[in-house]
């Protein structure tokens, strides 16, 4: 299976590709997760990366790319992976694209978690208070909405176009949302 998880900020990715992945036993590869990390550990990706994060903006698509090109040639994602986080732009859909045409592969789905701006705010300003994560500031996640609305959520389209968009309603408590999303992939995908 190859799949991907898009949504706005705090729409849930990373806790439903945690879910995603493990039924379907492949790597789920959050770039958000890639940066965290690098940050936290001071590497020089880290420090490249720290101020465009707090603030919001989007990293360059040479460096992004590079780092999943690099996460994709593991020998894990051989038979698979959940890309959650990316593609973001259209950058970045031509070099899925182009990564999936030269293994003759194909995305099998592309889950699309809808939930309403208010309720997105809610849930980044509680993980702000509990996890105190750097870019979870009121200015910051306006700032990552709009990013978002303007260079991300059109990409749905790209994939709608290809028919292998599957909406699901990111509302509800997480159990909730992961059976609604099992149910559309399976449907989907016949798997
Ligand atoms: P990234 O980490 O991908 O951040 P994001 O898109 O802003 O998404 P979040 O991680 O905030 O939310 P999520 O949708 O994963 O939801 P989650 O499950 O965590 O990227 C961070 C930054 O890295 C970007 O802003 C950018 O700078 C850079 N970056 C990353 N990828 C890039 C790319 N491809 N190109 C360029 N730059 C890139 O849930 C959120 C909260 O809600 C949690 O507290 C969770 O417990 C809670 N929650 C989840 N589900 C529910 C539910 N059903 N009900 C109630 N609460 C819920």
Redesign the pocket.
């Given at each position: 299976m190859r799949l991907l998880i898009m949504?706005?900020?705090?729409?849930?990715?990373?806790?439903?590709?945690t879910a995603l992945a493990e039924r379907y036993g492949i790597p789920a590869v959050?770039?958000?997760?890639i940066?965290?990390s690098n940050i936290q550990q001071g590497t020089d990706l880290g420090v490249q990366?720290k101020a465009?994060?707090e603030a919001?903006?989007?990293?360059?698509?040479d460096l992004?790319e590079a780092i999943?090109a690099d996460r994709l040639a593991q020998p894990d994602c051989a038979q698979g992976f959940l890309l959650?986080?990316?593609?973001?732009?259209m950058h970045?859909v031509h070099f899925l694209d182009e990564h999936l045409s030269a293994t003759s592969r194909q995305l099998d789905a592309v889950v699309s978690?809808q939930?309403n701006p208010d309720?997105l705010v809610d849930?980044?300003l509680?993980?702000a208070r509990?996890?105190g994560?750097a870019?979870?500031n009121e200015d910051t996640i306006r700032r990552?909405m709009e990013?978002?609305a303007g260079q991300t959520a059109p990409l749905l389209f790209h994939y709608e176009r290809q028919g292998i968009l599957v909406d699901v309603d990111?509302?509800?408590?997480?159990d909730?949302?992961r059976e609604r999303m099992f149910a559309g992939v399976d449907k989907h995908t016949g798997k």
């Amino acid at each position: 299976m190859r799949l991907l998880i898009m949504g706005a900020p705090g729409a849930g990715k990373g806790t439903q590709a945690t879910a995603l992945a493990e039924r379907y036993g492949i790597p789920a590869v959050s770039t958000g997760d890639i940066f965290r990390s690098n940050i936290q550990q001071g590497t020089d990706l880290g420090v490249q990366v720290k101020a465009i994060i707090e603030a919001g903006e989007y990293v360059s698509d040479d460096l992004t790319e590079a780092i999943v090109a690099d996460r994709l040639a593991q020998p894990d994602c051989a038979q698979g992976f959940l890309l959650d986080g990316f593609p973001r732009t259209m950058h970045q859909v031509h070099f899925l694209d182009e990564h999936l045409s030269a293994t003759s592969r194909q995305l099998d789905a592309v889950v699309s978690l809808q939930v309403n701006p208010d309720a997105l705010v809610d849930r980044l300003l509680e993980r702000a208070r509990i996890e105190g994560r750097a870019d979870d500031n009121e200015d910051t996640i306006r700032r990552r909405m709009e990013v978002y609305a303007g260079q991300t959520a059109p990409l749905l389209f790209h994939y709608e176009r290809q028919g292998i968009l599957v909406d699901v309603d990111g509302t509800g408590t997480v159990d909730e949302v992961r059976e609604r999303m099992f149910a559309g992939v399976d449907k989907h995908t016949g798997k």
